[in-house]
């Protein structure tokens, strides 16, 4: 039937989450289906099987100030736990920098490790990838800053899938426009 507005049928709206929880259900997946942003909109929060460790892996050289900011947010603003913070310094020279990586070595969740070569940034993170065994890997950019809880967690849920070869986050420029929405290939 046709109706004037979304709100004359508002029985259709549980209908429809029920109807979406039970097709995953039939195939296998778990999760839950929440309200999305807006009327009729729903997200799909897979449960994360076996909690895996995750290896976010920031290079960087020098600007303490951005590296600082990024790994503050990633403590701070982190709802999964099971994660270790992997920087990788391409040559620093820089005093605050220095400071800033001593003041890191108490904690137990950040590794400092040294690719002592000329900036390449696929060789360095390959480099990286051999310092741990981490089962996920989150390659991470030392000028981005954690905003939403759930960043780690919700890429995790896809990231899982046997059908998802690997996942990235939206991201933002200051001012609140979209930066990167993600890739399409294979079209």
């Given at each position: 039937?046709?109706?004037?507005?979304?709100?004359?049928?508002?029985?259709?709206?549980?209908?429809?989450?029920?109807?979406?929880?039970?097709?995953?259900?039939?195939?296998?997946?778990?999760?839950?289906?929440?309200?999305?942003?807006?009327?009729?909109?729903?997200?799909?929060?897979?449960?994360?099987?076996d909690h895996?460790?995750?290896?976010?892996?920031?290079?960087?050289?020098?600007?303490?100030?951005?590296?600082?900011?990024?790994?503050?947010?990633?403590?701070?603003?982190?709802?999964?736990?099971?994660?270790?913070?992997?920087?990788?310094?391409?040559?620093?020279?820089?005093?605050?920098?220095?400071?800033?990586?001593?003041?890191?070595?108490?904690?137990?969740?950040?590794?400092?490790?040294?690719?002592?070569k000329p900036?390449?940034?696929?060789?360095?993170?390959?480099?990286?990838?051999?310092?741990?065994?981490?089962e996920v890997?989150?390659?991470?950019?030392?000028?981005?800053?954690?905003?939403?809880?759930?960043?780690?967690?919700?890429?995790?849920?896809?990231?899982?899938?046997?059908?998802?070869?690997?996942?990235?986050?939206?991201?933002?420029?200051?001012?609140?426009?979209?930066?990167?929405?993600?890739?399409?290939?294979?079209?």
């Open positions: 039937s046709v109706a004037l507005s979304m709100t004359v049928k508002t029985y259709a709206f549980p209908a429809a989450k029920k109807a979406i929880k039970e097709f995953l259900d039939a195939r296998g997946r778990k999760a839950e289906v929440l309200d999305g942003f807006s009327l009729g909109a729903y997200r799909i929060k897979y449960h994360i099987k895996p460790r995750v290896c976010i892996i920031i290079p960087t050289r020098d600007k303490a100030s951005l590296l600082k900011q990024c790994i503050s947010s990633i403590l701070s603003k982190t709802d999964y736990k099971n994660y270790e913070i992997m920087v990788v310094d391409n040559q620093s020279s820089e005093k605050e920098t220095v400071d800033y990586y001593n003041s890191l070595k108490s904690n137990d969740e950040i590794k400092i490790v040294h690719y002592n900036f390449n940034y696929s060789e360095i993170n390959n480099f990286a990838v051999n310092h741990t065994d981490a890997i989150v390659f991470l950019n030392n000028d981005t800053e954690v905003i939403n809880n759930e960043w780690l967690s919700s890429m995790l849920e896809f990231a899982q899938r046997e059908d998802v070869g690997a996942v990235g986050a939206k991201l933002y420029y200051p001012d609140d426009t979209i930066q990167h929405a993600g890739l399409i290939v294979g079209i």
